[in-house]
């Protein structure tokens, strides 16, 4: 029971700390698609939902590239910082937020765009300052969208598995979460605890659903 | 091109207040404006959908950007793109109300009016307290603007663009998107604001019946275009003017209450060289009111008809006489005793009278329009 409430908090833990690192770009990136024109947009569009279409496993494999000693960023951050992210549990983080990024990118977007872009131009003449009507009229407009962007993110996070898998490995007490551990115990043939894994899972991923569901549907209202 | 100048108040030889040089070629959409606008008062820019009227309006709010365009207010240059200047919207001391209610919907209506009050250092033209009792918003303060009507909400609106200090109101339709019963609500405060104001005005519409209860300038839109521009009883008493505003040339008189008559429900209005007649019910004698006598509610005789339903009968010269465009009608331009006045009458009747510049005439005013 240990190891599967060790695993349980690892899976929250990682999901959560992936989801807050990708906030602040999310947004900001969903903004800018939303509200601005610039060139080169439909290539970093592109770009941003690639790992939405690509195998997870063949995006495990492109930051293990990056991200590998030998790759560019591991390199670099292995000499600079001293901080080694593969088969660690800080490439788990790395490859949750990775995959989720797209999502919560495309909802912050739409919440974006679903706000009247009149009211900002309003709060511009009463004076505000780009920064101050993003903070004051923008942000708190699009909260339940992103709200719930941020739920969905989380909870793509929570089911990572192709793209840890190939990056953190199945290192016991270090990389394993839910998803992986489902995968260990059935190779390992021991189905019961695969099965409480899968609970806990199951579990998790409906509050999270529900939880964005209402978020949304209290948006449309 | 077409210069107008509205800067009569302020005399000429001075630095008109208000100077626009818009021009821009949208794939079709033309907008050529060259404008001086008034230090104070109304300014209405009028003119049918698609005239660019709200283009002119964003663009001074620099909501929108005319590449190469011009615009100074009060000395201060706003865009200037042969210099490169280009003064970002929040730094404008503007006040801007959307044809739309644009009320942050997060925000109590308290909330909404200090939104801009807190955000510029100006003093705003009018004190909080005072403004609040002017367009009526007190008992309104703490609710959420999805519950107010859409004549409160533009009261709101209103009273927020004045609570930001602005030093040049824009008013893109501000009635437009209400009911009759709503127009009428808000009227009488623009009315009441306008005479208490005193910064300049710009208030696009394309109903004549606010233009000519609000304005105090007219700038006619066509097509991107100054059609004619001037005072508002000016510019409407001309005679050439476009077709789509010939139905609606006439003058706009501003009279003093004379005598009031309970007994046929009638009131008299004097104005400079002559005075009228008019259906309303009793009023503080002294009050001035703004009237309209349309062209078409104006005909001539050379003599002076007796035994006539008409009431108003007013001795006048024929100052000019034009073509109405499209055929049937001229235009007679008349002076009563010092006030002008239009009539439209048919080119057969002014051969038959033989009407030239200084025929001497009655005008009988067959209806007047008492506006405010």
Known sequence: MGEVLQITFFTLGVALL?????????????WWLARRDWPGKAVVETFVALPLVIPPVATGLILLKLFGRRGPFGYFLERTLGVEIVFTWKAVVLATAVMSFPLLVRTARVAFEEINPRFEEAACTLGAAPWDVFWTITLPLGTRGLLAGCV????????????????????????????LGIYQEVQLGRDTEALKLLAISVVLAFAAVWLSERLLRGRTK | MTSADLTGVDGPGQTPPIRIRFRLDRGGFVLDLDLALAGRGVTALFGPSGAGKTTCLRAIAG???????????????????????????????????????SLFPHLSVRKNLEYGRRRRAVAPPVDFDHLIDLVAVGP??????????????????????????PRLLLLDEPLASLDRARKDEILPFLERL????????????HAVDEVVRLADHLVLLAEGRVAASGPLTETLARLDLPEEFADEAGL??????????????????????????????????????????????????????????????????????????????????????GTPLVARIT????????LAPGSEVWAQIKAVAVLA
């Open chain 2, 252 to 337: 706009v008189i501003e009279g003093t209450v004379g005598a009031s008559d309970p007994t046929y429900g009638l009131v008299r209005l004097d104005f400079p060289g002559g005075s009228v007649q008019v259906v309303h019910s009793a009023e503080a004698t002294g009050r001035r009111l703004r009237f309209q006598v349309k062209a078409r509610d104006v005909s001539v005789a050379l003599e002076k008809p007796r035994d006539t339903s008409i009431l108003n009968l007013v001795p006048a010269r024929v100052v000019a006489v034009a073509e109405a465009k499209g055929g049937a009608h001229v235009l007679v331009r008349l002076d009563a005793g």
């Open chain 1, 152 to 179: 969905l993110a989380f909870a793509r996070a929570l089911g990572e598995f192709g793209a840890t898998v190939m990056i953190a490995g199945m290192i016991p007490g270090q990389t394993i979460t839910l998803a």
């Open chain 2, 140 to 165: 309104l303060l703490e609710r959420r603007p999805e519950t107010l009507s859409g004549g409160e909400r533009q009261r709101v609106a209103i009273a927020r663009a004045l609570l930001a200090g």
């Open chain 1, 18 to 30: 992936g989801t807050l690192l990708i906030l602040p770009p999310g947004i900001a990136l969903g």
């Open chain 2, 194 to 205: 306008h005479r208490e104001l005193e910064i300049p005005v710009v208030y696009v519409s």
């Open chain 2, 63 to 101: 909501l929108e950007r005319v590449p190469g365009g011009f615009l100074e207010v009060n000395r201060e240059v706003w865009q200037d793109d042969s210099r490169g200047i280009f003064r970002p919207t929040h730094r404008r001391a503007l006040g801007y109300v959307f044809q739309e209610a």
């Open chain 2, 347 to 354: 080119r057969l009747s002014r051969d038959r009278l033989k």
